[in-house]
């Protein structure tokens, strides 16, 4: 019996052939077969990717007007998106321990558990010793929990959905009050935080669709250009490529 890479299991061989996924429309709860959940998380990362590489096209112009707005609209989006990802990565990572047939994720789609789910990313990416390390690197500091304390804020408001959050960035204020956006250091921070965890779930759900031969036929990596304006010490652009 072949072990499965991942897992180092006998119990789980390893299996060749393509893993479809199926549409989802109806419904708050989520139940999929481990191997298509594994193949959502891979395909969540690669749509989060490109909304980092659409942060970063942005981040490479000057300062012009509406810059700050537009990646702050983005990275609250990145944000939102995050949540349900990590949640299913965790209930994968649960399956492969236990050997489960399949992942179920009460009320997974509900505006309730989202809200949840935001509020346990900000609380877990701010302890992450990399991002750590990345942090101190790249703004001279050390992060804390203070510089996420902002995004809560916001997102506790929001009653599950950060959208309304969104438009209330890009639209035009007509009460002239205070658009409570976070410091250009806040906001890297967290896209820092968000690219460290989308990244780390691309990297786990291909080595496993790699490692039980699914019809996989592409690799995600980096393709560098030079620095922009913004002084970031990594550059780079997510892209597929073919294996």
Known sequence: M????????????????????TAITDGSDLRLEINEAHLRVLDMSVHLLGHVNAYRALSELPDY????????????????ELAPLMELMKECEIGV??????????????????????????????????LFLKVKKNLGREPSAIDF??????????????????????????SCGCDGTPSDEQIEMLFMAIELTVRGAAEFSHQW???????????LETRYC?????????????????L
């Open 2 to 21: 072949t072990k499965c890479t991942i897992c180092n299991s006998e119990q789980n061989p390893a299996r060749t052939g393509p893993v479809k996924m």
């Open 65 to 80: 007007l509406g810059r700050k707005r537009t990646r702050y609209a983005m990275l609250l989006i990145m944000l939102d």
């Open 97 to 130: 321990t236990e050997h489960s047939a399949e992942v179920f994720i009460e009320g997974y789609f509900s505006p309730k558990r989202r809200q949840e789910g935001v509020q346990r990313v900000l609380d877990e990416i701010g302890k992450s010793e990399v």
């Open 149 to 174: 304390t902002v995004f809560k804020d916001q997102f506790r408001r929001t009653d599950g959905s950060m959208f309304p959050t969104v438009e209330k960035v890009l639209r035009y204020d007509w």
């Open 209 to 219: 669709a790699m490692a039980n031969e699914y019809d996989i036929d592409f690799k």
């Open 226 to 242: 030079k620095d922009g304006v913004d002084k970031r010490k990594e550059k780079g652009y997510w892209v597929r490529t073919p």
